[in-house]
């Protein structure tokens, strides 16, 4: 693969410094990427990889939900294709919200609390011990999602204080976290080349 087609989801959320990382990780593997911002539908079945940022969850389901971009994200899961879902997006793709107010995809058969880190003011940063990473990644916590409930086929690859906050579900990795928010791309690393790289040797 000479170039990666990444859609980010950018409805809401901080799309420019995922699109960053994803274009270091790739660059790190030798590959140019190519970023779609994804505010309508029609896009996503081009992508071969998705990103859906953080943002406010009621806000992004909605609007999902409208434009009809969230069958096309199921049917890019159902193929197998690699996504990141980070804080309010996984509160999103997770398979219940514990809140009518969001609808969500089931993507990630977890149950998560929204702002269960607490408000705004009571963000921080946290060395964190991922499964497949051979150093802590800087963790930044914004109003985190909390990870309360995970299924039976979910793999928990990072927890802070006992909690799950890192999660792969097949194709899709979920943080609790913003990965996005510091120069260390590891984890967009994870999420897509790991799973790219697998695809390929299938």
């Given amino acids: 693969m ?8 950018a409805v809401q959320g901080d799309v420019s410094e ?7 990780a790739a660059e790190a593997h030798g590959v140019a990427a190519e970023i779609v911002e994804i505010r309508s539908a029609g896009l996503v079945p081009d992508c071969d990889v998705l990103l859906m940022p953080g943002g406010e969850s009621t806000t992004i389901s909605r609007l999902l939900a409208r434009e009809g971009i969230d069958e096309e994200i199921g049917a890019h899961v159902a193929a197998g294709k690699p996504v990141l879902a980070t804080c309010a997006g996984l ?3 997770s ?3 514990k809140d009518d107010r969001v609808e969500t995809l089931d993507l990630v058969d977890v149950t998560v609390d929204r702002n269960a880190f607490g408000r705004q003011v009571d963000s921080f940063e946290a060395p964190l011990d991922v499964e497949g990473l051979d150093s802590p ?6 109003r985190a999602p909390l990870i309360d409930d995970v299924g ?3 793999e928990v690859l990072a927890e802070w204080d006992g909690t799950p906050v890192a999660v792969r579900d097949g194709p899709v990795v979920g943080t609790s976290f913003h990965p996005e928010l510091t120069a ?12 790219l790289e697998v695809e ?3």
Avoid: M, N, Y
């Fill in 91 to 93: 509160i999103v793709a």
């Fill in 152 to 154: 039976d086929g979910v």
């Fill in 184 to 195: 260390d791309s590891r984890i967009h690393d994870l999420a897509f080349f790991d799973e």
């Fill in 2 to 9: 000479d170039t990666l087609r990444a859609g980010v989801v």
């Fill in 18 to 24: 995922h699109a960053d990382a994803i274009e270091r």
């Fill in 200 to 202: 390929a040797q299938a």
């Fill in 95 to 97: 398979s219940d919200a």
């Fill in 137 to 142: 990644f800087p963790a930044v916590f914004i």
